[in-house]
């Protein structure tokens, strides 16, 4: 069974005798990121920096290509209307 991991599904789990459940990665990977100690890790933080950088420059990229791909073709349909 695959579980977020909170303390009612452990319980219920323990009450149906499911003893094999793994955490869901995704939920503990959220949890470590935005709850844990991991901010404590300088080399991890600048890691986390460098990647909060590179994801803000791809998607300001991809913002201005959506930009110039409306400009064009609005700029079609005006000048066939």
Request: charged share 15%.
């Amino acid at each position: 069974m695959l579980t977020h991991g909170a303390a009612n599904i452990k319980k219920s789990s323990e009450l149906l005798n499911i003893t094999r459940y793994q955490h869901c990665t995704a939920h503990a990977l959220h949890l470590l990121l935005s709850v844990g100690s991991i901010h404590q890790i300088d080399e991890i933080v600048q890691v986390l920096q460098r990647c909060r950088e590179i994801v803000t420059t791809l998607h300001f990229i991809r913002t201005l290509e959506m930009h110039r791909l409306w400009k064009t073709v609005h700029s079609a349909a005006v000048n066939s209307a």
